[in-house]
């Protein structure tokens, strides 16, 4: 049985993924991945970077500016695969 996302937050653990590119010189990918939710900042992307920061996404927030974006082409980009 899957677990709902509201379960999962009274209960799981929460990666909070940030942007930086400090993330590079590390290889936390799978140690984000095994979270049971994985929140990414903007729109930072995890194709051609999973060994760093992995590639599940359960949530992300958007800073405003990059809102401005049409949502479409950030919806098709590859910075939101994962």
Excluded at 50 to 73: D, F, Q, S, W
């Amino acid at each position: 049985m899957q677990r709902s996302t509201l379960d999962l937050m009274h209960r799981g653990r929460c990666a909070v993924v940030g942007n930086s590119g400090v993330l590079l010189n590390t290889t936390f990918g799978k140690d984000i991945d095994d979270h049971e939710i994985v929140i990414r900042l903007n729109a930072a992307p995890t194709h051609g970077y999973v060994e760093h920061v992995g590639m599940k996404t359960t949530a992300r927030v958007m800073n405003n500016a990059i809102v401005k974006v049409p949502v479409l082409t950030l919806a098709l980009g590859p910075s939101l695969r994962g």
